[in-house]
């Protein structure tokens, strides 16, 4: 379980997240949805510590961590929240220079201490697990866009993290493309993997997610599960942002 309370993130002096309050439960499948500016990908950074947070608590799992100001946050702890999560970026972020396998291997070798044995065979169960078994020895440079998302899925789950963090996971990508990492998100929700996913692609939320959570100017409008949000929302700001979606929407019994 993620539980975050009263989460705040500036930017020079202006509030980017403004007293957030959420609790992803284990094995869900939750997106962020919001107009661009949102605070949308601040708030996946804050989780994974990319950005730390000015105020509030962040807990995973039984691990804790609690932002006070400028308060300095002590890398161990810092370190001890990391592990527990995965990031998978938008723009995959591979290093160019190592081969697939070795882009996956490396955090466990490096990072947790791992053997080169042991790393090696993690990286093709998940390279297996993701349809990029095949690709292990080349590098990124030569595979599709949605081949290296895919591998970059590979690698953010690697040291089996409590959750995985997906910012934006098809936006760079064309809609053939999109459904080879579509097809990779829908098996680890099916395998219970608990995901928080970042999404301007309403349709994505409505077929994927189990929750949805709407944000705008850095404030939760609204959250709920995707049948509520996307057929049923209570506040009107939030009946306006999904009406682009009213003719593309799951095959819902209202």
Known sequence: MIQL?????????????????????????????????????????CINLLEIPQAGKLQIGNESITFIGKERIVHKDVQRIRQQTGMVFQNFQLFPHLTVIENIMEGLIW???????QAKKRALELLEKVGMSHKADVLPATLSGGQQQRVAIARALAPSPKVLLCDEPTSALDPE?????????????KEGTTMLMATHDLRLAANLAHDVIFLESGEIVESGTSKTIFTRALKQRTVEFVSTLTNTLPDWEI
């Open 111 to 117: 990072v947790q201490k791992w053997s080169h044995e």
């Open 177 to 189: 493309l999109s459904q080879e990492v579509v097809a990779v998100l829908k098996q680890l929700a």
């Open 5 to 45: 309370n009263g989460i705040e993130k500036s930017f020079n002096g202006q509030k980017v997240l403004k007293n957030i309050d959420l609790t992803i439960e284990e094995g869900s499948l939750t997106a962020l949805i919001g107009p661009s500016g949102s605070g949308k990908s601040t708030l996946l950074r």
